[in-house]
C-alpha cells in the first residue's frame, strides 16, 4: 500500500449565511475524516450545500477549519508556506476562471509565480489543447477549453495533489466526457493524487477510485 | 449686503432640492448636507479669518486636520477595513502636501496662510474624493471578482498578484471624472481657482497659468493618493494566510 499522502482528522467547519438580514451559523463539516494514499484517486459525492466544494477549500487553504488537522505528507498544512501549500496542492474550480491574456500567458502563470521551465507545448498536448489556440484570447474559448486550460494551469505548477471542484458540471455532455478522459489519463500518467467531487454516481464508478457520500458533515464510503 | 443674499439664495435652494429629492427618498440627506454644508463653510470662513492673522504653523495644523478628517471619509468608504485608516491618512496626505511644496518652493504663492490653506484644501478634497471612489471601486471589483482572485490564490500567488486586476480597475475608475475633467478644461466649465481669479480682477491669462498649474498638481496627486492607498490597504481584503476574507460586505 502506498504511504499516506493527505489525511484530514476531525476536522469541522461551520459557515455563516444570511437569511433575511440575520446571520445564521450552518454546521457543514463536522469531526469529519479522511485518508487518501499517495497516487490515490478518490471521488466525493453529495448533495448541494452539503459542503463538498468548502471541504476542498479547505485541503487547498483557501479557507481555515475550525477544528481539527489536515496532513499532507504528515505535516499539519498550518506549518506549510500557504503559497507552497497550494504550489502543491492544485485546485480547479466547478467553473473554469480564466485570466485576461492568450491561453499561452495564461499557463505561463505558474512559470512566472514560481521560476519554472515549462514545456507549453507538452503542457498543451497534455489538456488536449490545440496548439492554434494558444495564442488566442482564453475569454473567447468554450467554457470546455478554458476548464482544459484551467487544469494545465494547474498542472503547470507541478502539483502533487489535484483537486477537482466537479470540473465537468458545467459542461455539455462530449465536453464532459473529454475532460474526464483527460483527467483520468494524467492520473495514469502523471500518478497523481487525486480528490475528485462529483455529484454523479456514474462518473464516480467510471473513474474506478474509492467513492465517499459526504452526509450530516461526515464521509461515508459509497459500496453501491 | 451681498454675502448675505447669497447666503439666503443657498438656503432657498437647499431646501427646493430637499423637497424635489424626496421623491427619490433623499430628501433627509439632501436637508442635512446642505445644512451641514452651510453651517461647516460658514465656521471655516470664521476660522480662516483668525488664522490669516496667527502664525503659520497653526495653517499647518488645519491641514493635518483636514487630512485626518479625509482620511477618516475614506476610511468609512473602504467598508471600514482594518489598516485603511492610517494608509488613507499616509496617502493623502503625502500625495497632497508633496504637490503642495512646489508652489511655495518655486515661488508661485508667497508661504502665507491665506495661500496656504485654501490651496492645501484643494489638494486634501480632491485626493480625498478620488481615494474614496478608488477604495470603494476596489472592493467591489474584489468582491465581484472573488472567483478570479481565488484562482489566482490557488495557484499560490500572492494577494497582490491576485487583486492587481482589481487594483487596476480601482484606480482607472476613481481618475475618469478627473481625466474627462482635464479633456475639458475651458471648453465646458471653467474651473473654480480660474473663475474666483476672474472675478477678484486678476488677468486671464494669470488665472489660467495658475489655474492648470494648479489642475496638473491635484491629477499628479490624486494618481498619486489612490496608487499608495490601494497599494497598502490590499493587505486589509486577506487573511495572515492569504486567504480572501469572507466578511467583505
Known amino acids: 500500500m502506498n504511504p499516506v499522502h493527505l489525511e484530514l482528522k476531525n476536522v469541522s467547519r461551520a459557515v455563516f449565511r444570511r437569511v433575511n438580514k440575520t446571520r445564521v451559523k450552518t454546521q457543514i463539516l463536522s469531526s469529519l475524516d479522511l485518508i487518501v494514499q499517495r497516487g490515490e484517486l478518490v471521488t466525493i459525492m453529495g448533495p448541494s450545500g452539503s459542503g463538498k466544494t468548502t471541504l476542498l477549500r479547505l485541503i487547498n487553504r483557501l479557507a481555515e477549519a475550525d477544528s481539527g488537522s ?35 500567458e495564461n499557463l505561463a502563470v505558474g512559470m512566472k509565480l514560481w521560476g519554472y521551465e515549462n514545456d507549453i507545448y507538452a503542457l498543451a498536448r497534455d489538456c488536449v489543447i490545440p496548439l492554434e489556440l ?9 467554457v470546455g477549453e478554458k476548464q482544459r486550460v484551467c487544469i494545465a494551469r494547474a498542472l503547470a505548477n507541478q502539483p502533487e495533489v489535484l483537486l477537482l471542484d466537479e470540473p465537468t458540471s458545467a459542461l455539455d455532455a462530449a465536453s464532459a ?34 467513492r465517499y457520500f459526504l452526509r450530516n458533515g461526515r464521509l461515508e464510503e459509497d459500496h453501491e | 449686503m451681498n454675502e448675505l443674499i447669497a447666503l439666503a439664495l443657498t438656503v432657498i435652494l437647499v ?29 471655516l470662513a470664521s476660522i480662516i479669518l483668525v488664522l490669516f492673522k496667527l502664525p503659520l504653523y497653526w495653517s499647518l495644523i488645519v491641514l493635518l486636520t483636514m487630512v485626518a478628517i479625509a482620511g477618516h471619509t475614506t476610511y468609512t468608504r473602504s467598508g471600514k477595513l482594518d489598516k485603511v485608516f492610517p494608509a488613507a491618512i499616509f496617502s493623502i496626505a503625502s500625495a497632497s502636501l508633496l504637490m503642495l511644496v512646489p508652489f511655495f518652493l518655486l515661488g508661485i504663492f508667497p508661504l502665507e496662510p491665506q495661500y496656504l490653506i485654501p ?14 471612489l478608488a477604495i470603494d471601486r476596489y472592493r467591489g471589483e474584489i468582491k465581484n471578482r472573488r472567483n478570479e482572485v481565488e484562482a489566482y490564490l490557488a495557484l499560490g500567488a500572492g494577494p497582490k498578484v491576485a487583486a492587481s486586476a482589481c487594483l ?31 472675478l477678484a480682477g486678476a488677468s486671464p491669462f494669470t488665472a489660467a497659468s495658475i489655474q492648470i498649474a494648479i489642475f496638473t498638481s491635484i491629477f499628479a496627486a490624486d494618481l498619486m493618493a489612490s496608487n499608495l492607498l490601494l497599494h497598502y490597504s490590499t493587505s486589509s481584503f486577506f487573511t495572515g494566510a492569504a486567504q480572501l476574507r469572507e466578511d467583505l460586505e
Open chain 1, 70 to 104: 489536515i496532513m499532507l505528507n504528515g505535516k499539519d498544512i498550518k506549518e506549510y508556506d500557504p503559497f507552497e501549500l497550494r504550489r502543491k496542492v492544485g485546485m480547479v474550480f466547478q467553473i473554469p476562471v480564466v485570466f485576461r491574456g492568450s491561453v499561452n
Open chain 1, 134 to 142: 494558444l495564442n488566442a484570447d482564453a475569454e473567447q474559448l468554450s
Open chain 1, 177 to 210: 466526457e473529454k475532460i474526464e478522459t483527460l483527467l483520468l489519463n494524467l492520473r495514469k500518467e502523471k500518478g497523481l493524487t487525486m480528490v475528485w467531487i462529483t455529484h454523479d454516481r456514474e462518473q464516480a464508478k467510471r473513474t474506478g477510485g474509492k
Open chain 2, 15 to 43: 431646501m427646493l432640492a430637499a423637497a424635489y429629492a424626496r421623491r427619490f427618498g433623499i430628501g433627509k440627506e439632501i436637508s442635512l448636507s446642505g445644512t451641514r454644508s452651510i453651517v461647516q463653510i460658514l465656521i
Open chain 2, 119 to 132: 490651496t492645501g484644501s484643494i489638494l486634501i478634497g480632491n485626493t480625498m474624493n478620488v481615494s474614496s
Open chain 2, 168 to 198: 487596476k480597475q480601482g484606480i482607472l475608475s476613481a481618475l475618469i471624472p478627473s481625466i474627462d475633467n482635464m479633456k475639458n478644461l475651458g471648453l465646458v466649465w471653467i474651473p473654480g481657482v480660474m473663475t474666483g481669479m476672474l
